[in-house]
Each structure stands twice: as C-alpha cells, then as structure tokens.
C-alpha cells in the first residue's frame, strides 16, 4: 500500500492512480464524519428507567499459559511433546441497569470464562517432575503423559457508561468499572498406559478494573444495540449487546 514505481519517466501511472484513489477515499471519509456531526442527532441511550440486556462476550486472556509443571515435563532430558492453549472464551452474558439520563447509565453484569491448555508428552525415557512435592521418576513410565488445566470462572462486573449521539440512530460510548471474579481451575495429570492419575484443584478470587470503547445503534425508543472493546488487566474482550428499556 501506498507503493510509488519510478521508471525512466518519474512516477508511474500506478504511482499517480494509488494518489487518486487515496485523495478519493479521503475525502469520501471527511464527508461522512461531516455528515454525521450536521445530521439531526437522536437519542441513542435506552430510554431514561430501567433496563435488562442480553449480550456475548468473547474473551481472550494471554496470561494463561501452561504450567510450571507442564513447562517442567517438557524440559526434562528424553521427553518430547507439544502443548496447546485455548486462551479465547465466548459466553453470554445478562445485564440490568438503570439509565439516569439519555446520556449516563449504571449496569450490572454477570458472564463466566471457561479455558484450558493441554500438554501431551511421548518418548518419555528420563526425567523428573515435582507434582505438589511429590517427585516422579518420568523413567519409569514408557508411556504418554496428558496434562490438561481447565480453567472455569464467574465474573460480576460493575459498571457507569456514557453515550454521545452522532447521526442516524449511531451513538459513540464508553464504559468503566471493575469485574469481581472468582476462578477454579482443575490440574489433571494421568499416565495413560499406566493408570495412574494425578489431580489437584486451584482456587482463586479478585477484581479487576476495566475500560471500554464501543458504537451503539438505536433500533426503537426500547430497544439498543452496543458493540464494545474491552480491556480488563491483560485480558480483552469483544462484547456485543442488546438493551430493552422496561
């Protein structure tokens, strides 16, 4: 994009079409946002009272990676495997809040994020892991390890947005506040040949601050619809909703 040949003569007539065509799309742009910021705005926000919303929420969290035990059994002389992480997770979410004015609303929220990683490990001939304290000699199972970390959690989220009406039903937003959550996650380690299992839970809670930007689009007086970007610590999210006005 934005490549200008030169040849013998100058500018190519690639050269000078790509101008074209950018000064083109620049100015179609210039004359949507004018269009826009002079169209008659309309209310975008629900209706001032309250409201109930049903949305989803698809989440990607690049703080969950294998773990230390995982990472272990990898390294260890005479292993080989691979792991794989499922660090996305889409779920629904419900929503009421109260809307104090067409600009300003209070919400409460409530969605769950469900991950997991799983290492699977085979050539085992040496090594040791330290599971909980407890070692084990990798050597003495010529067969494949699963290691498998499921992670399950609840999240409430508190929240104030603002909306600014542009043109059309289409309103600019954006939102602040803080999620508490609450996490398990279930460490699985099983010898496949052998039978041997090993497990142990993990338990977690805490909160977390959050910021969103996003458009929204009123359909009726009752009804809104909102598309936001979140981010939430390092963990971001695409979140899409509708609102109905009670």
């Known amino acids: 994009s934005g490549m200008i040949l030169v040849g013998v003569g100058g500018i190519s007539p690639r050269g000078t079409k790509e101008k074209k065509m950018n000064k083109f799309f620049g100015l179609l742009g210039l004359l949507f946002v004018a269009l826009l910021f002079t169209a008659p705005r309309t209310s975008l926000a ?3 009272g309250a409201y109930i919303a049903q949305g989803i929420n698809s989440f990607k969290y690049t703080g969950f990676k294998p773990s230390g035990t995982e990472r272990q059994i990898l390294d260890s002389p005479g292993i080989t495997g691979s792991y794989s992480v499922n660090d ?3 779920e629904p979410e419900i929503s009421a809040g109260y809307c104090f004015n067409e600009y300003f609303c209070g919400d409460l929220s409530y969605t769950k994020i469900n991950m997991s990683t799983s ?3 085979t050539n085992i001939n040496a090594g040791t892991i330290n599971v909980n304290g ?3 000699n990798l050597g003495n199972y010529n067969t494949r390890i699963s290691f498998v970390r499921e992670l399950s959690a609840t999240a409430k989220r508190l929240s104030v947005s603002g909306e600014y009406p542009l043109a059309y039903g289409i309103g600019v937003l954006g939102r602040v506040g803080i999620y508490f959550w609450e996490a398990h996650i279930q460490n699985k380690l099983a010898f496949d040949s052998s039978g041997i299992y090993l497990g ?3 338990y977690d809670k805490g909160e977390a601050p ?3 930007v996003g458009l929204s689009y009123r359909f009726t007086k009752k009804i809104t619809g909102s598309i936001e970007f979140l981010r939430i610590n390092d963990m971001t999210a695409t979140s899409a909703r509708i609102n109905f006005t009670m």
């Open 46 to 48: 629900a209706t001032p």
């Open 88 to 90: 996305s997770s889409t």
């Open 119 to 121: 290492t699977k490990v």
């Open 134 to 136: 407890t070692v084990y």
């Open 200 to 202: 142990y839970d993990e």
């Open 210 to 212: 959050m910021a969103s």
